[in-house]
């Protein structure tokens, strides 16, 4: 797997948590153009990868700092009903993964790197479990549908 550094973001800040989390996203544009959004600091977005439906990976923020891609997001953690300050600190915790899209469109050579770099974090950072590969419609339920496939297919598919 090999990873580019192309482009850089200027969109981040210093991570405050630990790596316990994984969200995939969908871009609403095509490469370069989503890469380039990324990499403007008006945007105030960024995400830690950009997989384009080629399938080649780039990496926009270093995985050390804080990428700005989840927005107003939250996840319970633990599954108490009760969410705590830090299960809305999405950002803090994850690293982001953005599939270059256009109306929700993956390719498989897109999917399968996407597993294959989720994989490799996975084996790096021995905090996050499947459980906690998320899309951002299930951090963002009602502000996001992305990604349009099944998570849950998603995350049964991973080593």
Known sequence: MKIKKDYTSPNFSKRTKDIDTIIIHQTEGKFPGCAEW??????KASAHYLITKKGEIYQ?????????HAGAAEWDYNNDGV???EEHAINSRSIG????????????VQLVASKLLV???????????????????EVSPNR???????????RNSLI
């Open 60 to 68: 926009l923020v270093d995985e050390k700092d804080k990428a700005w």
């Open 83 to 85: 969410l705590t300050r």
């Open 119 to 137: 994989g490799d974090i996975l084996l790096r950072y021995k905090k996050i479990k499947n459980k906690n590969v998320l899309g951002h419609k």
């Open 38 to 43: 990324m990499c403007n600091p008006e945007s």
């Open 97 to 108: 993964i953005e599939l270059e899209s256009e109306k929700g469109e993956t390719t498989e």
């Open 144 to 154: 996001k549908s992305d990604p349009v496939f099944d998570m849950n297919d998603f």
